[in-house]
């Protein structure tokens, strides 16, 4: 059976579990789990994964907060450039002494304005280990950009031939000699039709 601290996510929390009032940082890169995002927007696996944080040890549990950077790979939703910058989140955690599972799902608490998530994790099962695979997890598939920019002012791309607008900021269409171009046809075809009847 896999011990907890083979994981690749394990950190240990033997000094200050069940030691009210310690606290233990954490200052190490962690491979990015599966599962974050998709192809379009999220954290390719195995990517390091920074956090930068703490364990606080309370009566009753491990209180983890952190500020955790990804390296998130995107695509401009208007112009489609592929994005590749580090994503920062403000995360905080409880690693209760006593772990029940209906206590997961329930406590998400997005503090508005705050981007600030709080989720209950177990510890290992003899209390020495956190693994922060599924907070890492969670973390990022909540807050991932959904419709990335490469800048605020994208002008993505043309809607009739596709260029990027971004690197042809004078590019346009004479749009209105193709609609009189189309009308022209069409005005020629219904007077040969009419002249052939
Ligand atoms: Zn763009
Ligand atoms: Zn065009």
Known sequence: MARPEDSAWAVSVAQVASRPGQSSPVDADFPAPSG????????TEGE???VNGAFDSIIDGLVFHAHITAPVHAECTRCLKPLQHDWGTDVT?????????????????IIAGEEES?????????????????????????????????????????PQCGINLNEHPEHKHDTTDIRFAALAGLKEQLERETKDR
């Open 93 to 109: 955690a409880f690693f209760p002494y006593s772990y029940k599972e209906d206590e997961t799902d329930d406590d998400t608490d």
């Open 118 to 158: 709080e989720d209950t994790y177990p510890l290992s099962p003899d209390g020495c280990f956190a693994d922060l695979e599924a907070l890492l997890r969670d973390t990022f598939a909540e807050s991932l950009p959904l419709q990335p920019l490469c800048q605020p002012d994208c002008k993505g791309l043309c």
């Open 48 to 50: 390091p994964i920074h």
């Open 36 to 43: 974050i995002g998709d192809t379009i927007v999220g954290v």
